[in-house]
């Protein structure tokens, strides 16, 4: 019984410990490539918009989604990035976000020719993989929340890739309570997906970003 016990402990340490090293190691390695302000940040041709749902479950507009498409905007606008790329979940025909995004960008002076959609970024690997791999880009500015853009940077790294990230506002700890735990688990994930080295769902036909 005390041998069960005491491997129990030493498997809830790792497991916690495992998740600290995790979330310290990536919050470190993004130091000096995150961005508060346009103001500050550097310009690069390309934006890398990472998806998110428009609507929560009780039908109010997401507000993880309402500031990235804010940050979006006023980066293009203070001529930061030329173009977008909006990179989400289509997995469904009726759930689409690239071109929801899309839609709202239109609304806020973006013309469409500056934008291209990625139908296949099911996760945030997909997202940065792709962007090399089909769109060419191998220098970029990733566009979410703060702790979005330090995880895409850390994947930008390991994949040898020069990027930077324009952080949009984030939510209050409350509202962001899940979000923010999921988060941890994921940072772990992609220690596991670079060990693994892990692709994306699906790859497709190269697209020129003129």
């Known amino acids: 019984m005390k041998f069960k016990i005491k491997l129990f402990l030493f ?6 410990g495992s998740i600290i090293y995790c979330d310290a190691v990536v919050t470190n390695q993004a130091q000096n490539k995150v961005y508060e302000t346009t103001e500050t940040i550097p310009y690069n041709k390309v934006g890398l ?5 428009k609507y929560l479950k009780n039908g109010a507009i997401n507000p993880y989604y309402a500031n990235r498409i804010t940050a979006a905007a006023a980066l293009y606008h203070a001529n930061k990035i030329s173009t ?4 989400g979940d289509n997995s469904t025909p009726t759930y689409n976000e690239p071109q929801s995004m899309m839609d709202d960008l239109l609304a806020l002076g973006i013309p ?14 997909d997202s ?10 191998q220098q970029f500015t990733v566009i ?4 979005h853009n330090e995880r895409a940077l850390f994947i ?12 949009a506002a984030d939510v209050s700890a409350k509202q962001g309570l899940k979000t923010n735990l999921r988060e941890k ?26």
Do not use: W
Not at 112 to 117: K, P, V, W
Not at 156 to 167: F, H, Q, R, S
């Open 112 to 125: 469409a020719q500056h934008m291209y959609l990625d139908y296949a970024g099911f996760r945030t690997l």
């Open 84 to 87: 977008l790329v909006i990179s």
């Open 156 to 167: 930008a790294d390991y994949l040898g890739l020069n990027g930077i990230g324009y952080n």
């Open 185 to 210: 688990l994921a940072r772990v994930k992609v220690f596991i997906d670079k060990f693994v080295d892990k692709e994306p769902k699906f790859q497709g036909e190269k697209i020129n970003i003129s």
């Open 49 to 53: 918009l990472l998806g998110t749902g």
């Open 128 to 137: 940065v993989y792709r962007l090399q791999a089909i769109f060419g880009q």
């Open 144 to 147: 979410s929340q703060k702790f």
């Open 11 to 16: 498997i809830c340490v790792l497991i916690i």
